[in-house]
């Protein structure tokens, strides 16, 4: 298990328990977190799941594919540490992996 | 909009599918306060059904990944969630669902999400066991536990579907051999440029196909498929058949109700019907796309997504979401591919990238407007693609086909 912090555009804070295997937007989708939309369900295809990783944990999580670099390219508002929450395993090394929303997906 | 529903309105949905589920999540999310009832054919909440011919297929997703939101996520939020339910009737005067026991849920807005259901093989044999659809969870699971190394697989359709259970079927050891009646794959749904990429694609994997051949029959020992007759007098033999030829909207209650029908449920831009109280969204609705001026019916998950939107929107007294581009994907091994729009009155058609570095997209232009781009392993360009659609501005054709120019340089 590892805590995840999703921490909205608006400031709201969300803490939420994972398993390790599952996705960071798989995570938000099931337990309600908004800001995260998936509507491709986690298969890299339509970039709606855009989240910045905190400093701290960008160069913790798995590094980022061609596919997904191709994707969120086209995304709004791409921040060096931009990623596909889709694309983020859980990890228990990844325990306090905080990561924030952009203003929005579209 | 003149129809304002009071927010202690009791709310209906029938159809627990991606559609259904989503409107039933929404209308919590905007602020619906009333009682909310889900109600779903199958035993499982809503749940996606794009992995069942992918990894749920290839048991790389467990249920608990496959559901939308946990069973749980339902009686917290106040949604009254009904497995195993069937609507039978609907009563519009009495505001009145009938269920397959007799029992009876009144309602004062009702949601129709009853989405579609595969089209059946008319054929003798079409009955037997291992002849299968691919359309529920329970479908997957039957599918699953029939195909493996040494099984002979055949595929009836060459679409989305056929295709992709065919890919799956190579990545499980089984034979596949896809029967498609037209003469090249994805007839109706794709150009041919992608077609034949399909094609050779997956006779690289190693799947056989059998093109303008249709089924005749079927014939099974012990009411278990054995064999298949081709229209040229050939016998295959096969341990499992899947029939992908299609789905039909599955508009029968609000049809026998009197709900204005053609090819599906009609509703306007806020996915309401020709009873104001009345909504239907997702694979069952007839639904205008207003960036083609005209009506259409769309079986894909954003649509579903975009209807949920539409009818929680109208369903709280918001105004509709400004209208959204079609669009739809599809994995088959390595390759993904994104369509963003559809060729409608599309006068030309140009190749971006190579076809042969298996990383290409073709777009479809009316004069200078793109209609619709198909991309192959090219996420730029399904995503520029779909703004281009959107806001309707000419391009430039030559810088449009040249991969040494970025493709955010021409929409800027």
């Given amino acids: 298990m590892a805590d995840v912090t999703y921490i909205e555009w608006n400031g709201t804070k969300h803490v939420v328990k994972l398993k390790a295997g599952v996705s960071v937007m798989e995570g938000a989708v099931k337990k309600g977190v908004p800001g995260i939309v998936a509507e491709c369900g986690g298969s890299c295809s339509c970039a709606t799941c855009h989240v910045y990783v905190d400093d701290a944990w960008f160069g913790k999580i798995s590094a980022i594919t061609e596919m997904e670099r191709l994707t969120l390219d086209c995304a709004k508002n791409v921040k060096p540490n931009s990623r596909l929450s889709c694309q983020i395993r859980v990890t228990e090394d990844l325990d306090g992996l905080t990561v924030r929303m952009p203003e929005s997906q579209y | ?412």
């Fill in chain 2, 1 to 412: 909009m003149s129809d304002v529903i009071p927010a202690n309105q009791h709310v209906v949905i029938v159809g627990a599918g991606h559609a259904g589920g989503t409107a039933a999540v929404l209308l919590r999310q905007l602020g619906h306060t009333g009682p909310l009832t889900l109600l779903g054919e199958e035993a499982l909440p809503p749940y996606q059904r794009p992995p069942l011919s992918k990894a749920w297929l290839k048991g790389e997703a467990d249920e608990e990944a496959l559901l939308l939101k946990p069973l749980e996520y339902y009686a917290v939020h106040g949604i009254a969630f009904h497995a195993n339910t069937r609507v039978v009737r609907l009563d519009r005067d009495a505001k009145e669902l009938q269920l397959q026991d007799d029992s009876v849920i009144s309602y004062d807005v009702l949601v129709i999400a009853t989405g579609a259901r595969a089209i059946p093989l008319r054929i003798a044999g079409a009955d037997l066991e291992g002849v299968m659809f691919l359309r529920t969870a329970q479908d997957a699971e039957e599918l699953k536990a029939t195909i493996g190394p040494g099984k002979r697989l055949l595929v009836i359709g060459g679409g989305y579907i056929g295709l992709e259970v065919a890919a799956t079927g190579r990545a499980l050891g089984a034979e596949v051999i896809v029967v498609e009646r037209e003469s090249r794959l994805l007839a109706r749904v794709a150009c041919e440029a992608l077609s034949e990429f399909f094609r050779t694609y997956h006779e690289e994997q190693g799947v056989k196909f059998e093109l303008g051949y249709t089924l005749t029959g079927l014939e099974g020992t012990y009411r278990r498929v054995t064999h298949a007759l081709l229209s040229d007098g050939r016998a295959l033999s096969c341990e499992a058949v899947v029939i992908g030829v299609g789905a039909h909207p599955n508009e029968e209650i609000g049809k026998e109700a009197g709900l204005e029908c053609s090819r599906g449920i009609v509703v306007n831009l806020e996915a309401r019907t020709s009873d104001p109280n009345i909504f239907a969204i997702g694979d069952v609705a007839h639904r205008p796309m207003p960036i083609y001026g005209r009506m259409f019916r769309m079986e894909s998950v954003p649509n579903a997504l975009e209807q949920a939107k539409q009818a929680a929107c109208a369903i709280t007294g918001r105004a509709a979401p400004s209208p959204e581009v079609p669009w739809q994907w599809s994995d088959q091994y390595d390759v993904k591919l994104q369509i963003a729009g559809y060729p409608f009155d599309a006068d030309l058609t140009l190749v971006r990238g190579q076809p042969s570095s298996k990383k290409f997209s073709v777009f479809h232009l009316k004069g200078d407007l793109v209609q619709a781009v198909e991309a192959i392993n090219s996420p730029p360009d399904f995503m520029i693609g779909k703004q281009l659609i959107g806001n309707r501005k000419p391009v430039d054709k030559a810088k449009l086909v040249d991969s040494n120019i970025s493709l955010k340089e021409i929409v800027a």
